[in-house]
């Protein structure tokens, strides 16, 4: 059984057991959160949308760790106008394992 799923603005294709990194949730490490926010759910063949989200469906993980991304380097520059810039950005993840998917 797998599901989709809308947290930090993304959506994921999830399945239990599969571990993945999500925009920066606010649960302690070894804690449990679940996500309600499920546009669909399916099994096998059969699939289930929801208008937008589906009644009932919810996703349970388990934050295995927080961290940040590799850092993102930013360089602009206009030739023969003598300007240069250049900037960096690391986002902040939150590594969670798939546990379980509720389907309404």
Known sequence: MYA????????????????LRVERLTAEVGSDVTLDQVLAVGAGADLVTGSPLVSGASVIASVVSHGRHDKVRIFKM??????????GH?????????????AA
Not at 78 to 87: D, E, F, G, I, N
């Open 90 to 102: 690391r986002q902040n993840f939150t590594e969670i394992r798939i546990s379980a998917v509720n």
């Open 78 to 87: 206009r030739k023969r106008k003598h300007y240069q810039k250049r900037q």
């Open 4 to 19: 989709v799923i809308k947290t930090g603005g993304k959506q994921y294709k999830v399945a239990a057991g599969e571990t």
